[in-house]
């Protein structure tokens, strides 16, 4: 199975400043199609989780402009270019490339 | 709009058999995968298990294969998952979500369910 680690579990951020989530997974997610078949959600508190990346680096409809999905084969990266305080809940990273799909343990976004 | 709702949830004896629903509306259902994920009480997420959009595939968790059997009826836009030999460690809201792409695109799960607690306890 393929082993997804995040990096940090918990993220205190100031409203206004960045934050970055990190994902590693233990083989590479790239397709022949050029596509990483890696997945951000986010789970804010009390609701269900909701798709912010797909494909990589692939923003979802209606997801600000603020939340960028980076990285290939192994290596991973959730951006938030400024925190606003609805960005608080857990941020999970998953990869859909082979079954069992897997997520990462989560990463808590504190303000 | 899309949705999706879980129902079926309860308390059950370790052993004994739960099955759940997951009626979906406001997309042509027959064309996407439909997923299980599962969160237990203040732990992290958990995918469950895979319905193909044809009905040709089936994958599972290895926590759950052999226990857990997934179907659909497209005739009714409802998946259902099957829960034998339950398990104290089964405890867990049980969310249903839909693929972000169809036809197998496992390229994420772009609508969810509000999710239903299922309790296995003596």
């Known amino acids: 199975d393929i082993v997804m680690t995040q990096s940090p579990l918990s993220l205190p951020v100031t409203p206004g400043e960045p934050a970055s989530i990190s994902c590693k997974s233990s083989q590479s997610l790239l397709r022949d199609s050029g596509y990483n078949y890696l997945d951000w959600y986010l789970q804010k508190p009390g609701q269900s989780p909701q798709l912010l990346i797909h494909?990589?680096?692939d923003r979802t409809s209606g997801v600000p402009g603020r939340f960028s999905g980076s990285g290939s084969g192994t290596d991973f990266t959730l951006k938030i270019s400024r925190v606003e305080a609805e960005d608080v809940g857990v941020y999970y990273c998953m990869q859909t490339l082979q079954s069992p799909f897997t997520f990462g343990r989560g990463t808590r976004l504190e303000i | 709009q899309v949705q999706l709702v879980e129902s079926g949830g309860g308390v059950v004896q370790p052993g004994r058999s739960l099955r759940l629903s997951c009626a979906a509306s406001?997309?042509?259902?027959?064309?996407?995968?439909i997923h299980w994920v599962r969160q237990a009480p203040g732990k992290g997420l958990e995918w469950v298990a895979l319905?193909?959009?044809?009905?040709?595939?089936?994958h599972f968790a290895d926590s759950v294969r052999g226990r857990f059997t997934v179907s659909r009826d497209n005739s009714k836009n409802t998946v259902y998952l099957v829960m034998d030999n339950l398990r104290v460690e089964d405890t867990a809201v049980y969310y249903c979500?839909?693929?972000?792409?169809?036809?197998?695109?496992?390229?994420?799960?772009?609508?969810w369910g509000q999710g239903t607690l299922v309790t296995v306890s003596s």
């Open positions: 979500a839909k693929d972000a792409l169809p036809a197998a695109g496992r390229s994420g799960f772009d609508y």
């Open positions: 494909l990589g680096s």
């Open positions: 319905m193909s959009f044809d009905g040709s595939e089936r």
């Open positions: 406001g997309f042509t259902f027959s064309l996407y995968d």
